[in-house]
């Protein structure tokens, strides 16, 4: 099943030090509940794992994430990802941010993300799945702004 996700949020902080969060992968898995750095590859790819309660279902997946494309003059990137779940389910999606500087010093950060899920966690349905998708981006955020602001 795909799910499309497309959020945005605006923090108090200059778009250039948001794009160096962005561009940390430890300080985007620490932004991001339940995931855990487990190695650099390279500046490009990265292997981890997360852990998702959607309803019923806690879902454990083991991946790599690779950026695909970084435009440092746009503030954009693009990355894509897969990971396997313990008892057999597949994760596999990519996910676009763009930053934006606003005009009171803040910056707008707006992703855009396509998943595609098969396993266990599909037993909930996709109206929670998205609902669940909506909680961790806006847990991320506010993460985001605590390491930012």
Known sequence: MAIEIRESFQ???PIDAVWRLFMDPQKVATCMPGAELEEVIDERTFVGKVK???GAVT???????RFTE???????LKMAGEGKETSGGTAKGSMTATLRALPDGQTEVVAEANVDLTGRIMQVGRG???????QIFQQF???AKQILE
Request: hydrophobic share 35%; glycine share 10%; aromatic share 6%.
């Open 128 to 134: 929670m799945i998205q609902g669940v998708s909506k």
């Open 59 to 65: 879902s454990s997946y083991k991946g790599k994430v």
């Open 11 to 13: 923090v108090k902080a």
């Open 70 to 76: 970084i435009d440092e003059q746009g503030y954009r």
């Open 141 to 143: 955020a506010a993460r």
């Open 52 to 54: 998702v309660k959607v």
